[in-house]
Nanobody, 126 residues
Framework: QVQLVESGGGLVQAGGSLRLSCAAS????????MGWFRQAPGKERESVAA????????HYALSIKGRFTISRDNAKNTVYLQMNNLKPEDTAVYYC???????????????????WGQGTQVTVSS
């Protein structure tokens, strides 16, 4: 059974940092794009960041660019999201996802992602 399990969420004050992790099991995603997405209450899910299978290409939403960094460790089948200088508007449930197909340039489009985790809550207080 393929699973993506996020961890590292929590409550943090504005200006603080969190590091999210997403561990995959059941199969390897070393040949797939991996992405982070988020959904705030009453809002649609939005893209946050994505990384290519090799880690050489990354994509960021404008709202978080310069504050968040996505990375991956294929040996551990894990993708990370380092979040710095957090703002209250970053409050959301954060999901990781793996692209449907190997070697497919998924970028930030949710249409290309078929495997999703259950999400981890990030709350930023002002």
């Amino acid at each position: 059974q393929v699973q993506l399990v996020e961890s590292g969420g929590g409550l943090v004050q504005a200006g603080g940092s969190l590091r999210l992790s997403c561990a995959a099991s059941g199969r390897t995603f070393s040949d797939n794009y991996m992405g982070w997405f988020r959904q705030a209450p009453g809002k649609e899910r939005e893209s946050v960041a994505a990384i290519s299978w090799s880690g050489t290409s990354t994509h960021y939403a404008l709202s978080i660019k310069g504050r968040f960094t996505i990375s991956r460790d294929n040996a551990k089948n894990t993708v990370y999201l380092q979040m710095n200088n957090l703002k209250p508007e970053d409050t959301a449930v954060y999901y990781c996802a793996a692209s449907s197909n190997a070697y497919e340039i998924a970028g930030l489009s949710t249409n290309f992602y078929a495997y999703w985790g259950q999400g981890t809550q990030v709350t930023v207080s002002s």
